[in-house]
């Protein structure tokens, strides 16, 4: 099926159209230098920006694919999680068309569609699978059973990984969003040069918690370490960003990594699919990848410029449920939060 997709729920308007997991458009257009003033995301400045950039977007993706409504079978929007003002903007232009155009709508789950980033580049790919999720806002490991049948098998207590990147960042100095700059510094850096601790969940009978993960202590301990360095070194001589940069990164990595693997092995499943932003991350390609295949397990990861918000993922999504008659009420509202496990309540019931 022939899926145009809608993308608001952050700061990346994102308009897409797919044929179920081939892309034939892709338009993103991200807010970040916006956004980057303000050191994060302001959610009425997001709004406005998005009712701006939505109809141009659209018409560009259905230029761009050389496709014109006659060929498009259904529309998808995201509708949740996210903010709730700039959701609103997708859905409602999500909703209208497919009114006025006369199309099947379907609300769709930011992070399924994060999920649904991997088939992008491995269309074979079948469930069961565990996925690794890491994004701004989500680190979880999840059971994907199906398609909208997920399990949450661990989570972060406290930041996210990319929210990690990105206070790390602003802490060296280094500019909003923090991933990639940090990717690319750590490059060309030492990952032992300083020893930091991987957050750990203590368990109530002893032990840590095999999947659950932590990155305020993280977070903290480069406080401190930068506060010292910025303390002790010499006025003329600069913090070793690379080096930081890269024993954070590792840290991060091997984190994701071994509880990755722990849950993998656990629930006998054979393959690892990474998503959202942090799956750009090199540090944590290389090392998940290393570590899967010596255990005889696949790391599977989105094709990088699909790792960050876009509407590909999401028309992709979309284009699954289509297929298996799911369809939404043009009663859906939107939802700042839910849970993975809801997902088919987008096709069954009427939020709000
Ligand atoms: P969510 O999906 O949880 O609602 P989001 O949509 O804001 O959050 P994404 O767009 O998936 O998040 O990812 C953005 C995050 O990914 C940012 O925190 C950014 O720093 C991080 N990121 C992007 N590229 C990289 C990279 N190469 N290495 C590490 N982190 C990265
Ligand atoms: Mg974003
Ligand atoms: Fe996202």
């Given at each position: 099926a022939t899926l145009l997709g809608i993308e608001t729920s952050c700061d990346e308007t994102a308009v897409a159209i797919v044929n179920n997991r081939q892309v034939l458009s892709s338009v993103v257009r991200s807010q970040i230098e916006t956004h980057r003033h303000y050191g994060g995301v302001v959610p009425e400045v997001a709004s406005r920006q998005h009712l701006e950039a939505v109809n141009p977007a659209i018409t560009e993706a259905l230029t761009q694919a050389q496709?014109?409504?006659?060929?498009?079978?259904a529309i998808g929007a995201t509708v949740?999680?996210?903010?709730v003002g700039a959701l609103l903007v997708g859905l409602m232009a999500g909703k209208t068309l497919a009114l006025v155009q006369n199309k099947a709508f379907l609300g769709v789950h930011h992070l399924e569609g994060h999920i649904y980033a991997t088939y992008l580049d491995q269309p074979d790919l079948k469930p069961p699978f565990l996925c690794l999720l890491v994004s701004g806002g989500h680190t979880s490991l999840i059971h994907?059973?199906?398609?909208g049948v997920y399990g949450t098998v661990g989570q972060t207590r406290d930041d996210a990984a990319g929210e990690a990147f990105d206070k790390v960042a602003r802490l060296l100095d280094l500019?909003?969003?923090?991933g990639p700059v940090i990717d690319r510094l750590a490059a060309q850096?030492?990952?032992?040069?300083f020893p930091l601790p991987e957050g750990r969940i203590s368990l109530p009978g002893g032990g840590?918690?095999?999947?659950d993960s932590s990155f305020s202590g993280l977070k903290t301990a480069m406080l401190r370490l930068t506060q010292r360095l910025r303390t002790d070194l010499p006025a003329h001589v600069e913090l070793p960003l690379a080096d930081l940069a890269a024993s954070f990164q590792a840290t991060v990595a091997q984190s994701l990594t071994k509880r990755a693997i722990a849950a993998a092995l656990d629930l006998g499943l054979g393959t690892i699919a990474v998503g959202g932003?942090?799956?750009?991350n090199r540090g944590l390609r290389q090392t998940l990848t290393a570590a899967a295949r010596d255990r005889g397990l696949q790391a599977v990861f989105p094709p990088l410029h699909l790792c960050?918000?876009?509407?590909a993922m999401i028309a992709c999504a979309a284009a699954d449920h289509f297929q298996r008659g799911h369809r939404s009420s043009l009663d859906l509202g939107v939802r700042s939060r839910l849970a993975?496990?809801?997902?088919m309540e987008l096709y069954t019931a009427t939020l709000n």
């Amino acid at each position: 099926a022939t899926l145009l997709g809608i993308e608001t729920s952050c700061d990346e308007t994102a308009v897409a159209i797919v044929n179920n997991r081939q892309v034939l458009s892709s338009v993103v257009r991200s807010q970040i230098e916006t956004h980057r003033h303000y050191g994060g995301v302001v959610p009425e400045v997001a709004s406005r920006q998005h009712l701006e950039a939505v109809n141009p977007a659209i018409t560009e993706a259905l230029t761009q694919a050389q496709l014109s409504w006659a060929d498009i079978d259904a529309i998808g929007a995201t509708v949740a999680p996210g903010l709730v003002g700039a959701l609103l903007v997708g859905l409602m232009a999500g909703k209208t068309l497919a009114l006025v155009q006369n199309k099947a709508f379907l609300g769709v789950h930011h992070l399924e569609g994060h999920i649904y980033a991997t088939y992008l580049d491995q269309p074979d790919l079948k469930p069961p699978f565990l996925c690794l999720l890491v994004s701004g806002g989500h680190t979880s490991l999840i059971h994907v059973k199906d398609c909208g049948v997920y399990g949450t098998v661990g989570q972060t207590r406290d930041d996210a990984a990319g929210e990690a990147f990105d206070k790390v960042a602003r802490l060296l100095d280094l500019g909003y969003p923090g991933g990639p700059v940090i990717d690319r510094l750590a490059a060309q850096g030492n990952a032992k040069a300083f020893p930091l601790p991987e957050g750990r969940i203590s368990l109530p009978g002893g032990g840590y918690h095999p999947y659950d993960s932590s990155f305020s202590g993280l977070k903290t301990a480069m406080l401190r370490l930068t506060q010292r360095l910025r303390t002790d070194l010499p006025a003329h001589v600069e913090l070793p960003l690379a080096d930081l940069a890269a024993s954070f990164q590792a840290t991060v990595a091997q984190s994701l990594t071994k509880r990755a693997i722990a849950a993998a092995l656990d629930l006998g499943l054979g393959t690892i699919a990474v998503g959202g932003g942090v799956a750009a991350n090199r540090g944590l390609r290389q090392t998940l990848t290393a570590a899967a295949r010596d255990r005889g397990l696949q790391a599977v990861f989105p094709p990088l410029h699909l790792c960050t918000d876009n509407a590909a993922m999401i028309a992709c999504a979309a284009a699954d449920h289509f297929q298996r008659g799911h369809r939404s009420s043009l009663d859906l509202g939107v939802r700042s939060r839910l849970a993975l496990e809801q997902v088919m309540e987008l096709y069954t019931a009427t939020l709000n």
